[in-house]
């Protein structure tokens, strides 16, 4: 178990307290749940409705016609002109290797059904 250290404002202090006796526990431990459940929340996957879904398809397939398509050459030039950045060091050669793999088959496949 770590330890932590906090300076609250006043009123703060006073509202946690208020809280935590309604609860019945501890302010130590109000405080550890309260911070518990909005660090879930953060790393928490919501699933989000079909009908939302389906219209963020639309805006999707309406953006797409709106923005055209791109001929080889254009993305070819395109992908010529991007800026190659180094590798994250933890990465493996290995890993690196698939990765650009994985990047040039998808570029050859965009190319190829754009054809």
């Known amino acids: 178990m ?21 609860e019945g526990m501890s302010l130590n431990q ?6 518990t459940r909005q660090t879930t929340l953060a790393y928490t996957v919501l699933t989000v409705a079909d009908v939302e879904v ?18 080889s050459d254009e993305i070819e030039s395109v992908l010529a002109t991007r800026e190659l950045v180094e590798p994250e060091p933890e990465l493996s050669a290995d890993v690196i290797a698939l ?12 190319i190829d059904r754009i054809k």
Do not use: C, M, N
């Open 30 to 35: 109000y405080i550890v749940d309260a911070l």
């Open 2 to 22: 770590s330890r932590l250290t906090l300076r609250l404002p006043e009123t703060l202090y006073q509202q946690l307290t208020h809280l935590a006796d309604g």
């Open 54 to 71: 389906k219209q963020q398809q639309q805006t999707f397939q309406s953006l797409k016609k709106k923005l055209g398509q791109a001929s």
């Open 99 to 110: 990765i650009q793999t994985r990047i040039r088959k998808r570029a050859e496949d965009r």
